[in-house]
């Protein structure tokens, strides 16, 4: 330890030992009925601290537990096969000519030809009348 050192630990024990003393003195000028008074509430309070507490503690603890029961389950689930957009549309025979076309080459017919769009714009008589207000 050095000079400075020294110096520092006995200015602090010397603050100690005043505050010790300052503290001393206000509990001397305390009533004995107000000490009893702090001494019950300082009891009480420790009481309550030690007593259990009833809630929504056991309510949250089981809602979080089932929270990341599911995430964990969600995680663990095998990914279903992803399959292409049009092995989802089956080959149709139609009943009157019986010939084969498969649905999604048709559908893909109409986004390439905007002959419909350009109908259904100029046909005015296609809407409701309940529309045109």
Do not use: K
């Amino acid at each position: 330890m050095n000079m400075h050192d020294n110096d520092n630990h006995d200015r602090d024990q010397a603050f100690d030992q005043a505050m010790r003393r300052l503290h001393a003195q206000a509990v001397e000028q305390v009533s004995p009925a107000t000490r009893a008074r702090l001494r019950a509430a300082r009891h009480v309070g420790a009481e309550a601290a030690r007593a259990p507490r009833r809630g929504f503690g056991w309510v949250l603890a089981s809602g979080c537990a089932a929270v990341f029961a599911l995430a964990i389950a969600m995680q663990l689930q095998p990914r279903p096969a992803s399959t292409p957009a049009t092995a989802s549309f089956a080959t149709t025979s139609t009943p009157d000519t019986g010939t084969l076309y498969e649905v999604g080459t048709a559908v893909a017919a109409l986004d390439e030809n905007p002959d419909l769009y350009l109908w259904l714009a100029s046909n005015d008589d296609a809407m409701p009348a309940t529309m045109e207000q």
